[in-house]
């Protein structure tokens, strides 16, 4: 078996997701789940702790089993296959690399389980090590290696068989803020690279934003919207979404249609949002903090900012090529805005106006999320 050269592997793969769920006694870790990822895309799962998403990752990968339904690679059904017969790359969070193995060795394993010939082996190891950058670090040893460097072999050994479909479960998260991002990078020129698909486990929504073609956002064992990182930021389906993806505000008051628009009264003032409302309960306006004018009081509509708010602000940071402001309304909820650097700021304390356009309010149902990170 030549696992190495054979095309139809270096091509990404297919996966449906088709209704699987996963109990572990009375607990629900996930229920009846159901996602197409495309052939070569980047797909990342978004969430919380415990909201399903590595859950999801590890009946892919067959490392655990499915309690229902089923899951098709390439319209073959792998739902009940073994993980070492599912032909599958995975890169864990803490590299698992062999320390008594060199790199060349660790990056090698899975073509020696795969009875790949020496010659091939040892060109498909260069080339792979290649790929990540390595290719002068072939004889080192796992602890002669930076964090950053072991996760690149961790990258090599699972990609070195050329999988179809490549899953990565956190595996940034054990580096800094400045190594992540360069490995990011790093990932996402993988990726062109080689074709296959891949499936990124994450909890940090601006890591998904910069990797992924589609993000699916998980929360309580479900799925609450696949989309692209705009698609979630500037339309999201739910207020948890909302406030997972990016920074928000959100208000919350009294609502009526009005001609086309919702009206909501937050704070006795009366602000439009774009559409009906989301069913026949609460309503919520989020709202991004650069959609958010920050205005002296009087100041009064402009370029379109009909909506108006009074407050005080409350907090302010020095952003660099912006100014962040938090400000108390009268009914104590809090906006943020963050406005371009340009003349004087806005002091602790001072009375402002928060003005925006109509169409910059998301109208959601209130479902009483409060979304962390």
Request: aromatic share 6%.
């Amino acid at each position: 078996m030549n696992a190495v050269s054979n095309e139809a592997a270096s091509k990404g793969a297919a996966i449906d997701i088709d209704g699987i769920s996963k109990f572990y006694g009375s607990f629900t870790a996930l229920e009846k789940v159901s996602l197409r990822v495309e052939p070569g895309e980047f797909m990342s799962f978004l969430g919380p702790s415990g909201s399903g998403k590595t859950t999801t990752l590890n009946l892919i990968a067959g490392f655990t089993d499915l309690s229902g339904g089923d899951i098709r690679l390439d319209a073959r059904s792998i739902g009940h296959v073994p993980a070492h017969k599912r032909n599958i790359g995975v890169v864990f969070q803490h590299y698992a690399l062999f320390p008594h193995m060199s790199v060349a060795q660790n990056v090698a394993y899975p073509l020696k389980q795969r009875r790949v010939g020496k010659a091939e082996r040892t060109r498909a190891v260069e080339e792979a090590l290649r790929k990540v950058q390595l290719d002068s670090f072939a004889h080192r040893y796992p602890s002669e290696l930076s964090g950053g460097q072991q996760q690149r072999v961790a990258l090599a050994r699972a990609m070195v068989f050329n999988p179809s479909l490549l899953l990565m479960d956190e595996p940034l998260g054990a580096l800094d803020k400045k190594l992540r991002e360069v490995l990011q990078l790093e990932i996402k020129r993988i990726h062109r690279e080689l074709g296959s698909t891949f499936v990124y486990v994450t909890h940090d929504q601006e890591e998904a934003l910069v990797l992924s073609d589609r993000i699916a956002v998980f929360n309580k064992g479900r799925i609450e919207q696949v989309g692209t990182g705009q698609a979630l930021y500037t339309a999201p389906q739910t207020l948890f979404v909302g406030q997972f993806i990016g920074e928000s505000s959100v208000l919350r008051g009294p609502h009526r249609s009005a001609g086309g628009e919702t009206v909501l009264t937050v704070a006795g003032t009366t602000l439009a949002a774009p559409g009906a409302a989301r069913g026949e309960g609460a309503q919520v306006i989020l709202l991004r903090p650069e959609a958010v004018m920050v205005q002296a009081p009087g100041t009064g509509p402009q370029e379109g900012r009909s909506n108006i708010l009074s407050g005080v602000v409350r907090e302010m940071l020095y952003l660099g090529s912006a100014m962040k402001y938090e400000v108390t309304l009268a009914d104590g909820s809090h906006v943020t805005a963050r406005t371009p650097t340009q003349g004087a700021p806005f002091a602790l304390g001072a009375t402002v106006e928060l003005a925006w356009r109509p169409q910059e309010s998301v109208l959601l149902a209130d479902d009483g999320s409060t979304a962390g990170h």
